[in-house]
């Protein structure tokens, strides 16, 4: 008898080993087709559905060739690889050196590539320069949990870890389809009795103390620079948004990726002394945009492969199809509502990408604000006065709406019927806010502290742009070949004015000559400074020629996640104006920082894309390729410069919040309980 690894040899020697690996992969079951149709999986037959892909070269090689190129535009490469203080410890990644690594390295799946891409690019905490692949993330499976955590403090000052209070209430009405499985794995007496466990305090998580659990998220979970703002995304908490109050999971509670199986917890439940040991299945959702399949090939080219707006488009040619920007791959992972295509053209943005979407959970019923909304209230901006008749509040989940203008008269509009109502102090809460218009954070700071030389001509913070070989010829087409009639693209000098606030004429070539720097060692180049973006010509003509409101008297409330534009104006308010701010249910002897991720302007690899083809620039060996996959590349395209430090980017500059609010049972996630507590402690 001939042995097995002798017949392998043969048929070796006969070049049929391939041929008999294809025929049992034939014969073997498509992992995909397992999970196809379905709204619920185990996360496990997710993981095997992705790891089942292999890495396709070609296309492995388009996405590390596109990400690296559209790098050249992202104003913080070299900054990244060592930040200043006081995130030296939290920003330290060689993005490029990384690069390098993933293109040579080896997976044993497309999935396992992705990972590493992903996590790469996270480690620069920086939720404007990202790497989405949709063929893995929010457009497919995401896990979830019926238990989202909070930290809460008790009457002793003592801060724990809690199941948080509304964690049935929510987890029954987003997911009445599998509470009973939740119910069913729960062990002896406690079996069906999911709704006990709200309130309890958890002593472990998978056998170790929670903060292990916490910190683990903080490593992977990108976006912020702070750590302390990092951990707060692990627990639950709440958004205003267009269409209304929603409810945020936390990234315990809600995993983009199929990443864990179950949990095990050791807790302590509400008015019970009893120590007791449970484990929850985390169970896999269908996302409500993914494209339907029903086997691996249909998977791949119904959700992995590039679409309409993955790639960027000539603007001036006749075959350039329209596409609506709220449809475009980009828009689905902003934190902003949708905005009307003649807003985007016009009007430009600094808003944080997300792997997970905007949450369409909703906030319960008990702990939505039954304040009456005060004139001006409209979509993610909501006015209200508080009980005490002299505080008014000011909630704003995003710096974006559907209309520019009509936006900008409804937060003006809002103010004054506060001012009328005998507000004399305002609480802006901006938990969660991810960004959006630019001018819209200069706008909100100009009318709140009224003309001053903190706001006119300058609201927001002066800029510079990347100045690399491939920016300078972009610049120096539009300039010399009139290439921008319509001024639609980034580079045109029209756009911009100096850093004395005078405009750019037509002809001016505005990255000439670029600003040589050497950042940790390594030589860059930058734009010359520029000034104002906003006034007049982006401002309505009624802004008033008075304070709206004392500065001082302003509190500026959210979790740390506070991005883009919204960190624009709440540093410019606290910095510049005195305003108060405050960080909710943040980690006890951790430094709280009341925004993050500040830049200047983001922009993405398509919107790179489209300047590169006005242009007539693809073919430039500088350029990026167009890309194969369904991804989206972020970056940072202007950096803001600072106000404690005016030569260094504000980026890296401390933003040290005034409080670190504790949260109770009472208090968790109830905005309106949050917003009398801040005003009995900071505006008495």
Known sequence: M?????????????????????????????????IGGKKWVA??????????????????????????????????????????????????????????????????SDYDLHIDLSRTLKRLNDGHCVWINRCFVSSLFVNYLPIPLTLLTDAKGNQDVHIAPEAFTVASAEFPDQIQVWQDSLPGSLKGNLQSLSGAKVLTINGLPPTFA???NAKITGSFQSLAT????FFSSYQIGAAGWTYIMGNF?????????????????????AIEKITLPYRSRLGSTARAFTDTNSYLAN?????????????????????????????????????????????????????????????????????????????????YMLKDKKTGVLALGSFSDTDFLPFLDSLLQGLVSLKSQGATRLVVDVTNNGGGFICAAHWLHRIIAGPKSTTVPQAGLDTTARDGPLAQLIAKQIVGTNADPDLLLLYNPLQWNNATNVPFAANEDWLQLPVAKIINGRHDAFSQRLGQECQPGSFPTNAPGVALFDPKEVVIVNNGRCASSCSLFSITMAKLEGAKTVVVGGKQGVKQQYCGTVGGQSTDFSTMDTEIKTTHLKNNTLAP??????????????????IVNPQEPEEW?????????????????NPVAIWEDVARRLLA
Request: glycine share 4%.
């Open 2 to 34: 001939i042995s097995s690894s002798k017949f392998l040899a043969l048929l070796a020697s006969l070049g049929l080993v391939s041929a008999v690996n294809d025929a049992i992969s034939s014969r073997a079951p498509d992992p995909c087709a397992a």
């Open 43 to 108: 996360p496990r037959d997710v993981r095997a559905c992705y790891s089942s892909i292999k890495v396709d070269q070609t296309l492995k090689t388009n996405m590390i060739d596109v990400v690296n190129k559209t790098l050249a535009f992202h104003t913080s490469v070299n900054y990244q690889i060592k930040a200043p203080q006081p995130f030296t410890s939290d920003v330290h990644e060689d993005l490029l050196g990384d690069l390098a690594r993933i293109k040579s390295q080896r997976y044993r």
């Open 214 to 216: 916490i910190d683990d």
């Open 230 to 233: 990092r951990q707060n995304s």
């Open 253 to 273: 509670a809600q995993q983009a990726l199929p990443l864990s199986d179950d949990v095990a917890l050791i807790i302590q439940r509400v008015n019970n002394t």
């Open 303 to 383: 959700n992995c492969r590039a679409v309409d707006g993955t790639n960027g488009v000539d603007a001036y040619a006749s075959s350039t199809p329209q596409i609506d920007p709220s449809s475009k791959p980009v828009a689905k992972f902003q934190q902003q509502p949708p905005i009307s295509a003649e807003s985007s053209r016009k009007h430009l943005v600094n808003v944080i990408l997300d792997t997970s979407p905007l949450s369409d959970v909703v906030l319960p019923p008990a702990l939505v604000p039954g304040l009456s909304p005060v004139n001006g209230s409209r979509n993610a901006a909501q006015f």
């Open 625 to 642: 390729p167009d890309l194969l996959v369904n991804g989206v590349q972020g970056i940072t395209w202007r950096l803001g410069f600072g």
């Open 653 to 669: 500059q401390d933003h040290p919040a005034d409080l670190n609010l504790p949260l109770t049972a009472a208090s968790v996630n």
